[in-house]
């Protein structure tokens, strides 16, 4: 949880699946979702892949993201089973920079996810059409199809 920055996510391509303080919320391509400050968020990507926009204001989270960055060894995405970074020293670098990571929180994250790309199949599977999926996406706090 950020506790000095909020977030947007412009989603591109493909389609993203967001739990926003309890509420999930799927967002398709041209959807824009709101991550506020001291809410608890996350994501998931529902689609086999996607292309999405993060901005985080006001400046600052990008020095969170450089103090555990370590450089690409190509111009591609890393391999699954990627090792993520160490949970205590998430935690120690989240405080360093104002956001809230637990080593428990780590652990119960991946529960947190199947939940949701379980709950994005589902929509998805109720949703007919792009409008449909769109209509509901507005309807659950913050995602707003473009027209």
């Known amino acids: 949880m950020h ?3 909020d977030e947007w996510f412009y989603v591109l391509e493909g389609e993203l699946t967001f739990w926003i303080d309890g509420r999930v919320i799927a967002a398709p391509a041209g959807s824009f979702v709101y991550g ?3 809410i608890p968020h996350t994501l998931v ?3 086999p892949t996607a292309r999405f926009l993060v901005v ?3 400046a600052g989270f990008e020095n969170f993201m450089r103090a555990l960055a370590r ?4 111009l591609s995405l890393p391999p699954v089973g990627t090792e993520l970074p160490n949970p205590e020293r998430l935690t120690e670098v989240a405080r360093e920079y104002g956001s809230i990571f637990s080593v428990r ?3 119960r994250s991946r529960p947190i996810h ?6 994005a199949r589902d929509q998805s599977a109720r949703a007919t059409s792009g409008a449909l999926r769109a209509r509901s996406s507005a309807r659950l ?3 707003y199809k473009r027209t």
């Open 56 to 58: 985080v204001e006001p």
């Open 3 to 5: 506790r000095r920055e």
């Open 36 to 38: 506020p400050r001291n």
């Open 114 to 119: 199947r939940r949701l790309r379980r709950a």
């Open 105 to 107: 929180q780590a652990f």
């Open 45 to 47: 990507v529902a689609s």
């Open 141 to 143: 706090l913050g995602a």
């Open 71 to 74: 450089p690409a060894g190509s």
